[in-house]
């Protein structure tokens, strides 16, 4: 199933197995987060490796780099990265 958190963590982040991970507006992430599919309203700072969809919704702020298997950046999304969707 999906994994929904809504805090503050320093560290890094492991989801195993095909479930989404989703980042709720007040969580703030500092370290990797690696995974399938990765949907974010909080603010992200690190490394993204996820082998399915990240999606940065309009409240998001994401600053780092990106590796993924498809990129979706809704409008209003504060992002500064270096990223590398596809195959």
Same mark, same amino acid.
């Not at 309203?41 to 940065?56: D, P, S």
């Given at each position: %199933? #999906?994994? &929904?958190?809504?805090?503050? &963590?320093?560290? #890094?982040?492991?989801?195993?197995? #095909? %479930?989404?991970?989703?980042?709720?507006r007040?969580?703030?992430?500092?370290?990797?987060?690696? %995974?399938? #599919?990765?949907?974010?309203?909080?603010?992200?700072?690190?490394?993204?490796h996820?082998?399915g969809?990240? =999606?940065?919704?309009?409240? =998001?702020?994401?600053?780092?780099? &990106?590796?993924?298997g498809?990129?979706? &950046?809704?409008?209003? =999304?504060?992002?500064?990265?270096? *990223?590398? *969707?596809?195959?």
């Amino acid at each position: %199933g #999906d994994t &929904i958190l809504n805090s503050h &963590i320093e560290g #890094d982040i492991e989801v195993t197995g #095909d %479930g989404k991970l989703v980042l709720e507006r007040e969580s703030l992430v500092k370290g990797k987060i690696k %995974g399938t #599919d990765l949907e974010i309203f909080g603010h992200v700072e690190g490394e993204i490796h996820c082998t399915g969809i990240v =999606a940065i919704r309009s409240s =998001a702020r994401v600053h780092g780099n &990106i590796v993924s298997g498809r990129l979706v &950046i809704y409008p209003g =999304a504060e992002v500064e990265l270096n *990223a590398h *969707a596809g195959e």
